[in-house]
């Protein structure tokens, strides 16, 4: 269920990923593990391996760029992530965040 804000006003709506080219998965498939596995994880998403776990990553930043208005919906906002992933962006935003932080 997935909720919409709107000037004062709460929409709560159902999704299917499905709908937009995203397959479901199973719980163990999204499975993460210890603080360094995850950040293992989360660099190979961001280093462009695909799966399960990207597209949960996926669709919670076309949530982002929808609350953000920088897309109309899932579909525009998966692309975009998408996009920001495929480039490098993604990962060079997290290096440099890192850096920062251990700076």
């Keep these: 269920i997935i909720s919409e804000f709107k ?8 999704f299917n990923p499905a709908s937009i080219g995203i397959e479901l998965a199973r719980l163990e498939d999204l ?5 360094e596995e995850n950040a293992v ?9 695909k799966g399960p ?20 919906d899932f579909r525009e ?8 992933i495929d480039s490098g962006a993604a990962l060079e935003k997290l290096d440099r965040l890192i850096e920062y932080t251990q700076g």
């Excluded at 906002?77 to 920001?84: F, I, L, P, Q, T």
């Design 77 to 84: 906002g998966v692309k975009k992530a998408e996009e920001s």
């Design 7 to 14: 000037e004062g006003e709460v929409r709560t709506y159902k």
């Design 31 to 35: 499975k993460g593990g210890t603080a």
């Design 41 to 49: 994880i989360l660099r190979a998403i961001l280093s462009g391996e």
């Design 53 to 72: 776990k990207r597209d949960v990553v996926l669709l919670n930043a076309a949530a982002a760029f929808i609350a953000s208005d920088k897309a109309s």
